[in-house]
Nanobody
Framework: QVQLVESGGGLAQTGGSLRLSCAAS????????MGWFRQAPGKEREFVAK???????YYADSVKGRFTMSRDNAKNTVFLQMNSLKPEDTAVYYC?????????????WGRGTQVTVSS
């Protein structure tokens, strides 16, 4: 079992930045692929970013060039640096263990952290 806890969400202005953290416990996640998803009110959960075995990180087109996913294996933590935030980035952000761009490819999820971007 892996427990994931997201933090770092909050209120930001358009053009601002936030850094989300996803702390894992119960298992060493250094050998796992991880992903970030988000869900806005009334919308489906959508893919944001994921890393791969090759070390390449993939991003949704909507966040490419603005968001950066990274990890600190020594801290068993994954990060999502979000810059140039837009109101449409407002959502609950989740980290997860798994692979692919679809949420059903992930089997461990955190509870999420709310990000609100004001215009």
């Amino acid at each position: 079992q892996v427990q994931l806890v997201e933090s770092g969400g909050g209120l930001a202005q358009t053009g601002g930045s936030l850094r989300l953290s996803c702390a894992a416990s119960g298992r060493d996640i250094s050998g796992y692929r991880m992903g970030w998803f988000r869900q806005a009110p009334g919308k489906e959960r959508e893919f944001v970013a994921k890393n791969s075995w090759s070390g390449v990180t993939y991003y949704a087109d909507s966040v490419k060039g603005r968001f950066t996913m990274s990890r600190d294996n020594a801290k068993n933590t994954v990060f999502l640096q979000m810059n140039s935030l837009k109101p449409e980035d407002t959502a609950v952000y989740y980290c997860a263990v798994g692979s692919g761009r679809m949420s059903d490819g992930y089997n461990y999820w955190g509870r999420g952290t709310q990000v609100t971007v004001s215009s």
